[in-house]
């Protein structure tokens, strides 16, 4: 059974640091690996999306890597900004033909002024 | 404007009355589904819709019915409510393409 841990649950950084945020797997048979942005009482919204065969996925400040042979992931945010303050969760896909996701139970970000 | 629509938005019912949660999206996607989230647990699945008239058992389907007749629809019924149902709820959607996850708002149901 896949099993998605990401650590810690709470992370606050000052403005403006560059940060990482982890995401394992303990299945490394995936089809693509998603981060999603959650603000509070919100759903949540796609980031970035990496297929199984890509390496990393960039939009704006936001890098997203993708090891799969050792079952981890990294979000990199660079200059972050107090707008940023969110829960950030990693959600993996198996590979079948289905829209099934299993997430992690995300990290909370805290970016001070 | 692409979007995700969850109807209602907060809903304090009580044990037993049943209830039914509206999802649609207007991406013309294939792929639905619902995804409870509650505290130190995270979000799971419940049931989600691979076409019209396809569906399937999440983790979490025990005490939920769905439906798929049309393309852009997949309400959430819940036949007998009871309070361990109290939880946030989102429907999501997504493209057989893409596979980018489209979020509804979410639903916020508390069962007495």
């Known amino acids: 059974k896949q099993e998605v841990t990401q650590i810690p649950a709470a992370l606050s950084v000052p403005e403006g640091e560059n940060l990482v945020l982890n995401c394992s797997f303990t299945?490394?048979?995936?089809?693509?690996l998603q981060w999603f942005r959650q603000d509070p009482g919100k759903g949540l919204t796609s980031l970035l999306l990496i297929q199984s065969s890509q390496r990393e996925q960039t939009s704006g400040r936001l890098n997203a890597s993708l090891d799969k042979s050792s079952g981890r992931s990294t979000l990199y945010i660079a200059a972050s900004q107090p707008g940023d303050s969110a829960t950030y969760l990693c959600?993996?896909?198996?590979?079948?033909?289905?829209?099934?996701?299993?997430f992690g139970k995300g990290i909370t970000l805290s970016v001070r002024p | 404007e692409a979007q995700v629509t969850q109807n209602p938005r907060y809903l304090i019912t009580v044990t037993g009355k049943k209830l039914t949660v509206t999802c649609s999206q207007n991406?013309?996607?294939?792929?639905m589904s619902w995804y409870r989230q509650d505290p130190g647990l995270g979000l799971r699945q419940i049931y989600y819709s691979m076409n019209v008239e396809v569906t399937d058992k999440g983790d979490v389907p025990e005490g939920y019915k769905v439906s798929r007749k049309e393309k852009r629809n997949f309400p959430l019924i819940l036949e007998s409510p009871s309070p361990n149902q109290t939880s946030l709820y989102f429907c999501?959607?997504?493209?057989?393409?893409?596979?980018?996850?489209?979020f509804g708002p979410g639903t916020r149901l508390t069962v007495l």
């Open positions: 299945d490394s048979a995936i089809y693509n």
């Open positions: 959600a993996v896909k198996r590979i079948v033909a289905n829209s099934k996701l299993t």
């Open positions: 999501a959607s997504s493209s057989a393409n893409t596979d980018t996850q489209y």
């Open positions: 991406m013309n996607h294939e792929y």
